[in-house]
T-cell receptor, first 116, second 115 residues
Framework: GENVEQHPSTLSVQEGDSAVIKCTYS??????FPWYKQELGKGPQLIID?????GEKKDQRIAVTLNKTAKHFSLHITETQPEDSAVYFC???????????????FGKGTKLSVKP | ETGVTQSPTHLIKTRGQQVTLRCSSQ?????VSWYQQALGQGPQFIFQ???????GRGNFPPRFSGLQFPNYSSELNVNALELDDSALYLC??????????????FGEGSRLTVL
């Protein structure tokens, strides 16, 4: 079945620095790649997503890139702030997952710590 | 517009018992998905409901079952609880006509502890 690998598992940066989290997926049928931010005691919150017909997408300090050939995608956070500290999950979705279109296969998460 | 709400927020059960978790989808969302998130792991897909029918299932045994009601709210039922069922159970809803895009909006989850 499909597998999504996420690295690193923990990431510590200084406030103002950039943070990069990388994910790889195995199923070339995947066509939707969202990123979620999960704060302690809360559910995951969608922060940005990208579809397979796009190579890059940006929203203020957050950007996502997708390389379909290599089957990997990355989250870039610039000018990090202490409130960016959380666990970030990448995910992939496609028709071949679990018999249902739209369900997500998640990575194991990256705990980002931004030090003031 | 209210978001996805789940109840209860926390509960404790013992092995062999049964549990029902409830979810109200975001206003206007007709698709509900359930995920299990073990401590330190990413969420794992349990199943999805669309128009009151199961519309896909992950690698979970039949003792995990669900329902969706005409108002799009949903229940997750787990029978014969095992210690490994201890996890955060997340409900997510999707926009109308777009169950295939993966744009999921999650609730805060129900934390289940099995002793």
């Amino acid at each position: 079945g499909e597998n999504v690998e996420q690295h690193p598992s923990t990431l510590s940066v200084q406030e103002g620095d950039s943070a990069v989290i990388k994910c790889t997926y195995s199923d070339s049928a995947s066509n939707y790649f969202p990123w979620y931010k999960q704060e302690l005691g809360k559910g995951p919150q969608l922060i940005i997503d990208i579809r397979s017909n796009v190579g890059e997408k940006k929203d203020q300090r957050i950007a996502v890139t997708l390389n379909k050939t290599a089957k990997h995608f990355s989250l870039h956070i610039t000018e990090t702030q202490p409130e960016d500290s959380a666990v970030y999950f990448c995910a992939a979705s496609g028709a071949s997952y679990g018999g249902s279109q739209g369900n997500l296969i998640f990575g194991k998460g990256t705990k980002l710590s931004v030090k003031p | 517009e209210t978001g996805v709400t789940q109840s209860p927020t926390h509960l404790i059960k013992t092995r062999g018992q049964q549990v029902t978790l409830r979810c109200s989808s975001q206003s206007g969302h007709n698709t509900v998905s359930w995920y299990q998130q073990a401590l330190g792991q990413g969420p794992q897909f349990i199943f999805q409901y669309y128009r009151e029918e199961e519309n896909g299932r992950g690698n979970f045994p039949p003792r995990f079952s669900g329902l969706q009601f005409p108002n799009y709210s949903s229940e997750l039922n787990v029978n014969a609880l095992e210690l490994d069922d201890s996890a955060l159970y997340l409900c997510a809803s999707s926009l109308p006509g777009r169950p295939n895009t993966g744009e999921l909006f999650f609730g805060e989850g129900s934390r289940l502890t099995v002793l």
